[in-house]
Each structure stands twice: as C-alpha cells, then as structure tokens.
Nanobody
Framework: QVQLVESGGGLVQAGGSLRPSCAAS????????MGWFRQVPGKEREFAAAITWNGGNTYYADSVKGRFTISRDNAKNTVSLQMNSLKPEDTAVYYC???????????????????WGQGTQVTVSS
C-alpha cells in the first residue's frame, strides 16, 4: 500500500504561480512513477505531468508544457508540481498518483496508476 497526501493548492490570479506537493508513505520503495492529474466537475480526469521515480524522466501534457515543472525528492518521498503563468483554465482539483504495478499503459494514462491522493483545489482567477 502507498498513501498519498497533497498540499499546496490555493487561489491565485492569472499569471501567478503555485507549487502543490505530494507526500508518499507506506511501500514507497515500490513506486515506479508519480503523476499529477486534474479534474473539473463534469469532465474526465486529465493528465498534467509525470515523472519516473528512478530515472527522473518527465512527461507533460501539451496544455501545460513550458509552464509546469514536475520534480521529485526520492529521499523525502515527495513530488512537486511547479505551476507558473497560470491561466483560469488551469482551475481544477489536482490529484497526485503513484504507479506501483505495471499495467502496460503509458505514463500519461490514468489507468497506469494504482494509488491516488485526495486532491487539492487550484483556482486561478481572471
């Protein structure tokens, strides 16, 4: 089992920055990758960014590329998402997720992830 707790969401004006973080606990040695997804009411959960736990390879959705940066701290078992130049359309609940068991899907597919945090609200005002 892996437990995930997000923090660091909030309200910011367009053009501003936020840095939500996700702390992992439990069987963290089994984590293969961590991802950030986001969801607005009435829509499917959408991929934002992912990072492999050992090699540090990163993946980004086109909508956030160049504005968001995902990073991890293996010693602290945390993953962060630096979000710059925020836009009102970035408003969503942001979830972190851990990939532990290979599902055969890509790092940007929600189906690849086995454990999810409770989410943190990010609101960008215009």
């Amino acid at each position: 089992q892996v437990q995930l707790v997000e923090s660091g969401g909030g309200l910011v004006q367009a053009g501003g920055s936020l840095r939500p973080s996700c702390a992992a606990s439990g069987r963290t040695f089994s984590i293969r990758a961590m991802g950030w997804f986001r969801q607005v009411p009435g829509k499917e959960r959408e991929f934002a960014a992912a990072i492999t736990w050992n090699g540090g390879n990163t993946y980004y959705a086109d909508s956030v590329k160049g504005r968001f940066t995902i990073s991890r701290d293996n010693a602290k078992n945390t993953v962060s998402l630096q979000m710059n130049s925020l836009k009102p359309e970035d408003t969503a609940v942001y979830y972190c997720a851990a990939d532990v068991f290979p599902q055969g899907a890509t790092p940007w597919a929600a189906s690849e992830y086995d454990y999810w945090g409770q989410g943190t609200q990010v609101t960008v005002s215009s």
